[in-house]
């Protein structure tokens, strides 16, 4: 087994083990802290697969913007994600039948496929290419892009302001 | 055997099934968001997987990166969401939240 090998599997547990606790910790913090672990796994995923721009992008946003994002949410809401406890998790067997089956579902869909052409891999850095796709062959969709998260921070915006009643 | 397609394939196929147990057993709405996370990040390793191994160039990366950016503005939104209604009702529980149910 080459290091390759090694380092995917260890980072394939860190995802699975970081995902499996975030969502059956009752406790809301501790999955949001779970996310962190399985997030980090990803970034390491996504490098492992030659995409090291996407890597770098996933700590970024991810960690840093919705990780923050969803403890701010929870520290605003705190008072109920504390007192839910272990009411937190409802139906916990038929939740884990129904991933279990959705698993088997798609190992059974993935084997059954037919085999890919493997493509030549990337040498060097992604980010050049990225960036000029982005802005030559995907320029439209990187403009709507932007105009999409501009409309979202603006509505988030008006959605959370406090109505006068 | 190395590591190939179908590994990413398989590791992408398991988070995505965490991703659901999550979605489908959580009563708070932030675990929820949680869950949906996970799905997406899920899709975002088959994407980075095609690109690799299965041929299609950059063109997976590419639309992995817009899959991030709606996962930042649903997330945004969402959370936006979830305030407002713990504004209104004190509490984030989804299955006590059915104002709207007929």
Known sequence: MGAQALLFWMFAAMVIAGGLMAVLLPSIQQAVFSLLLSFVGVAAIYALAGADFLAITQIVVYVGGILVLLSFGILLTGRTALTLGPQEIRNRPLGVLLGAMIFAGLLWAIVNSSGFAPGAGMDGGTTKAIGQLLLTRYLIAFEFAAIMLLTALVGAAYLVRRTQA | ?102
């Open chain 2, 1 to 102: 055997m190395s590591i190939g397609l179908y590994h990413f394939l398989g590791l992408a196929a398991a988070l995505f099934s965490v991703g659901v147990i999550g979605v489908v057993t959580r009563r708070n709405a932030i675990g929820i968001l949680i869950g949906v996370e996970l799905m997406l990040n899920a899709c975002n390793i088959n994407l980075v997987a095609f690109s690799r191994f299965g041929g299609g160039g950059m063109v997976g990366q590419v639309f992995a990166v817009f899959v991030i950016v709606l996962a930042a503005a649903e997330a945004a939104v969402a959370l936006a969401i979830i305030l407002q209604l713990f504004d209104k009702r004190r509490d984030v529980d989804v299955d006590r939240a059915r104002t709207l149910r007929g």
